[in-house]
Every structure is written in structure tokens, then in C-alpha cells.
């Protein structure tokens, strides 16, 4: 209980500093997968093919 303003202190300041990422544009953005990373990657590359092959022209579902 006594290190509860300590940690509350470092969460608002992790989370003020992911805020500051979003005034950075996007474009040219690549993830960087490290060898830890690749089931995480294979994942995230499986959903990618089912969302295309589910809307293949990119439309909003109804």
C-alpha cells in the first residue's frame, strides 16, 4: 500500500509518454518483430489473411 503513489506515478508517466507517439506520423511505420516475437508475429500475419479473405475490398461491414 505504501508504494501505491509510486507505481501510480510511473503508470501516468508511461502513459504521458505513449501519448506524445501519437504527434508522430504514421507513415513509413514498420513493426520490428525480434526472435522472441514470432508467435506473436505468425498471429498477427494469420488474422491479417482472414480479415482480407472476409472483405478482400477493404469495405466496412454492414
Request: cysteine-free.
Amino acid at each position: 500500500m505504501e508504494t501505491f503513489p509510486t507505481v501510480i506515478a510511473q503508470d501516468l508517466w508511461a502513459l504521458e509518454k505513449q501519448q506524445e507517439m501519437y504527434d508522430y506520423p504514421d507513415n513509413g511505420y514498420a513493426e520490428v518483430f525480434l526472435k522472441p516475437d514470432i508467435a506473436l508475429r505468425r498471429v498477427r500475419v494469420r488474422l491479417a489473411r482472414m480479415e482480407r479473405a472476409e472483405n478482400p475490398l477493404g469495405k466496412a461491414p454492414e
